[in-house]
């Protein structure tokens, strides 16, 4: 079992800058894969990046060039940070580790002047 809890979520206006911050516990030395997905209103969840315990990472098109994601494997930590924001990123955002299907709470992001 591994526990999430994502933080860092919050109000900004376009073209502002946020940084997610997850921390996972419980069976941390099996966790390989770390990963971002968002769900707006009305919408499905989809990925938004993902990173490998060698630090190998993955992100989605929408995103690309704005949001970075990144992990500190001593502090079983993945971070997301995301830079010039833009409304159409308005979501909640959630931290997951897809080999334990653990997923976060959750945390909102509102883009929006």
């Known amino acids: 079992q591994v526990q999430l809890v994502e933080s860092g979520g919050g109000l900004v206006q376009p073209g502002g800058s946020l940084r997610l911050s997850c921390a996972a516990s419980g069976d941390i030395f099996r966790i390989t894969v770390m990963g971002w997905y968002r769900q707006a209103p009305g919408k499905q969840r989809d990925m938004v990046a993902s990173?490998?315990?060698?630090?190998?990472?993955n992100t989605a098109d929408s995103v690309k060039g704005r949001f970075t994601i990144s992990r500190d494997n001593a502090k079983n930590t993945v971070y997301l940070q995301m830079n010039s924001l833009k409304p159409e990123d308005t979501a909640v955002y959630y931290c997951?580790?897809?080999?334990?299907?653990?997923w976060g709470q959750g945390t909102q992001v509102i883009v929006s002047s």
């Open positions: 997951t580790v897809p080999s334990f299907d653990s």
């Open positions: 990173i490998t315990t060698w630090l190998s990472t």
